[in-house]
């Protein structure tokens, strides 16, 4: 029998559908994804944490969840260790899934992972919704249950998903030590095939006693100002000559640490299809992103410059600082399922490396 579930906005619009997932109460910020594949790579993506995500493509479940296959001490076809949304939205769902990498539907890793689920929601509709009034904080309720809003950008997400520890990955020429703010796994693969030895410290730890050939920052959930700590590492090492480079939130941290500043999107960036150009070229790229905050390009100091330009909006998609190795993009050149456009990224560190050793 389908247990109802609702989904009510914090203007109070509801929408009411199906439950094919834990069947508890949660709240948290209503935000929505347009790419047609990849939900098994989004709904571990740490970037998520805090949200309860739409996703906009109408056939979801219909190839699964992979294993849990484990290469080089991490899960091949997740992009961390567990779930971090908060609640999933979709229009349609199956429980019948084909796939010759899946070991289970998407409802039983929702229950597994202790997360709701609704489907039969007219997504559309709710797209438009957060499109036209912005991303708004929402709660999932099952069976009447209420629980109050929850807003998480009040909350230091960062330090929630980031790893309590140093940990060592591959076994390269190159050394670089990796600040973990809800690092996606693909980072780290990209890295250790390209010869690097990743060393993955917490968001907080200062490296400055560390040897290294680069420093690395990852993308991660919430409000950038948030990681105080961080900005301040970042704003030391500036004072040297190794090179660094962010994704994602690494891009936000390394724009505050050089003296710019951030601000919140209406409805963020997340989908497959973003078009970025590269300030100075005319090389356009399509490219992977999931963020609710962009550097604002007209704070960067004088030493400091916009490395890539969204061509939807405007907004900032990367800066570069003007004679010393550091660099970011606010998309992802990791991309786990895709495009891998902006790959190129990596191997520009990489060299970047090679010319300071």
């Known amino acids: ?122 997504t559309r509709e709710l797209t438009k919704i957060l499109r036209e009034k912005g991303t708004m904080l929402g709660k999932i309720i099952f069976n009447n249950q209420d629980v109050p809003l929850y807003d998480p950008s009040k909350d230091n997400l960062v330090a929630q998903v980031s790893t309590k520890e140093k940990k060592v990955y591959g076994n390269g020429k190159y050394k670089v030590v990796l600040i973990d703010c809800g690092v996606k796994y693909n980072i780290i693969r990209n890295l250790i095939k390209r010869d690097v030895t990743v060393t993955l410290v917490p968001w907080d730890y200062d490296f400055s006693g560390d040897e290294y050939d680069g420093i690395f920052i990852s993308n991660g959930p919430g409000d950038p100002k948030q990681c105080k700590t961080t900005i301040e590492n970042l704003s030391k090492a500036y004072n040297g000559e190794k090179p660094i480079t962010g994704i994602c939130l690494g891009n936000q941290l390394m724009a505050l640490a050089a003296g710019g500043d951030t601000f919140k999107l209406k409805y963020g960036h997340r989908s497959h299809n973003q078009p970025c150009i590269q300030v100075g070229t005319d090389k356009a790229f399509v490219t992977s992103q999931n963020h609710g905050y962009a550097t604002d390009n007209d704070t960067l100091t004088n030493d400091w410059e916009p490395l890539f330009i969204n061509l939807n909006d405007g907004t900032n998609e990367g800066v570069k600082h003007k004679s010393k190795p550091f660099f970011s993009s606010q998309f992802h050149p990791e991309a786990s399922s895709g495009p891998t456009d902006t790959e190129f990224l990596f191997d520009m560190f990489i060299e970047n490396m090679k010319k300071a050793i």
């Not at 998520?48 to 091949?76: A, S, W």
């Not at 979709?90 to 229950?111: C, M, P, R, V």
């Open 1 to 122: 029998m389908k247990q109802s579930i609702k989904l009510l906005l914090e203007d109070g619009t509801e929408f009411n559908g199906f439950s094919f997932g834990c069947e508890k109460s949660v709240s948290g910020e209503v935000v929505f994804n347009t790419s047609m594949v990849g939900y098994t790579e989004s709904l571990t993506d740490p970037s998520y944490k805090g949200q309860i995500l739409v996703l906009t493509y109408p056939l979801v479940g219909n190839y699964g969840v992979p294993g849990d296959k484990l290469e080089n001490e991490l899960f091949r076809f997740y992009e961390s260790y567990s779930m971090h949304i908060s609640g999933l939205i979709i229009s349609d769902y199956t429980e019948e899934y084909s796939h010759w990498n899946g070991a289970k539907s998407l409802g039983d890793w929702l229950k597994e992972s202790q997360v709701p689920g609704i489907y039969g929601i007219d």
